[in-house]
């Protein structure tokens, strides 16, 4: 279905509120391709389309949620109103209860939307798959074997429409190719992974994805653990996009207002090192994650969060920004039209940085090259900031990259660890989440070993 389309069925839905409320309507379609390749052959197809109405209704304070799974059903999406109508009637009333409302910030034109994806033949996709698990498997006799050779790919469309005065629509594209690898000697067994994304097939890039499965796999054969002490770590820009969406999380309205958020009451305080500059950008058309309008219908917009270390503000939605006493920042997040709207990062990078990673790893001299995070979100407490996650990757000894290490810990606060970044990479690299990642070193991090 066509953006038009839906908005047409989310107007409709919208002229059906009552006097005295509040309604929104949440359309949304999708066609999805996923494949899974082993052997040289398909192990796994699926190819669907999805559609789907939410409606969201408040009224004195109470809010009241439905969804139906189907656009045809007249009936069905009559009920659906009602049932939104009915658990407003029950539910727990809210002064801050209520829908965006149109703040005059015009959507920034983004081209996310490439019709070439839609004459694609399934065999082409197909072969994406089937080539980088034949690239990965040639490329050393020690690459023994695939988790997964995986390629899928969306067309999706959405509309939302309120009686506040929001009417918005759009498409987009997004295509992915990526595996899990496997590789093994004397010493072991390895993983890992390599991926590429785009807008269309015509985006992917196979033979560096499949390269770098094979390079993580590889480095770490013969990996061994290491001693304690106390060093400098170096993120490669993977775990430094994980690290970085953590923290925009905490800097987001509704982390504050739940009391889970260690920077909470902080702004304008220095809580970082004056190389930290963290924006949320989701109107970076480069990344994967990139949009024009967010859950609520508002135009997304770039916001400031750290400047120069300095804490400059909050992520917020239409609900945490009426809570707080400002407005929103175009933060809303929403995971179908199911769900409610959240808050937090599309597109959080740091900017100013220099240097290539071969640069910012002879700079920093001694110190621990991290490639690898286990258990990022459940190994930090949120409130306090402390931190101790597993990890893994290669010794940097005289300005040089050495001997691999595994089953270690590396232990710090989310605070110390920002405050003592000593360079930030330029080597801005994004992947299909919220957060692009660079070379980034932190000085005087526990490493715990033997």
């Keep these: 279905m066509t953006p038009e389309e839906l908005l047409s069925v989310a107007d409709g839905v919208v002229g059906r509120a009552k006097p005295g409320e509040e309604l929104e309507a949440v359309v949304t379609w999708s066609h999805d391709t996923e494949i899974r390749a082993a052997d040289g052959e398909v192990e796994h197809f699926v190819e669907s389309d999805a559609a789907g109405l939410g409606v969201r209704i408040v009224r004195d304070g109470r809010t009241g949620v439905a969804w139906v799974g189907s656009l045809g059903d007249e009936a069905a999406i009559e009920e659906c109103i009602v049932e939104a109508r009915d658990n407003a009637e029950f539910g727990t009333p809210d002064p801050h209860a209520g829908l965006a409302v149109p703040d005059g910030v015009a959507a920034a034109a983004l081209d996310l939307f490439d019709d070439r994806l839609e004459r694609v033949p399934t065999a082409a996709k197909i072969e994406l798959a089937v080539d980088l698990e034949r690239r990965i498997l040639d490329a050393d006799p020690r690459m023994v074997g695939l988790e997964a050779s995986d390629y899928a790919d969306a067309v999706s469309a959405g509309a939302i429409a309120t009686t506040t005065g929001i009417r918005v629509c759009g498409a987009d594209t997004s295509a992915y190719v990526g595996a899990w690898a496997l590789a093994e000697d004397d010493s072991g067994t390895t993983t890992g992974f390599g991926f590429s994304v785009g807008r269309t097939t015509e985006d992917l890039l196979v033979e560096p994805a499949a390269a770098d499965a094979v390079r993580r796999c590889l480095t770490m054969l013969g990996a061994s653990k290491a001693p304690s002490e106390r060093l400098t770590v170096v993120l490669d820009p993977y775990v430094t996009s994980q690290f970085l969406g953590l923290v925009a999380e905490l800097l987001s309205g509704e982390a504050v207002l739940r ?192």
């Design 259 to 450: 009391g889970r958020s260690a920077f909470a009451g902080r702004v304008g305080e220095q809580v970082a090192s004056p190389l930290v500059t963290l924006v949320d950008d989701p109107t970076d058309a480069l990344a994967p994650s990139a949009d024009d309008t967010d859950g609520e219908g508002l135009a997304c917009r770039p916001v400031d969060l750290l400047s120069g270390g300095v804490l400059q503000g909050y992520l917020h939605n239409a609900y945490t920004a009426r809570a707080t006493g400002t407005t929103s920042t175009g933060s809303a997040q929403r995971g179908s039209h199911r769900s409610v709207p959240g808050v937090g990062p599309r597109v959080a990078k740091l900017l100013g940085g220099s240097g290539t990673s071969e640069q910012v790893i002879a700079a920093v001299g001694d110190g621990l090259l991290v490639q690898e995070v286990a258990g990022l979100h459940s190994g930090v407490n949120p409130v306090s900031g402390d931190l101790s996650v597993g990890v893994e990757g290669v010794r940097i000894r005289g300005g040089e990259l050495a001997e691999s290490i595994r089953e270690v810990t590396i232990g710090s606060t989310l605070q110390r660890m920002l405050l003592d970044v000593q360079a930030v990479g330029a080597d801005l690299t994004y992947f299909p989440w919220d957060a692009a990642g660079v070379t980034l070193a932190i000085a005087d991090v526990t490493m715990s070993g033997t």
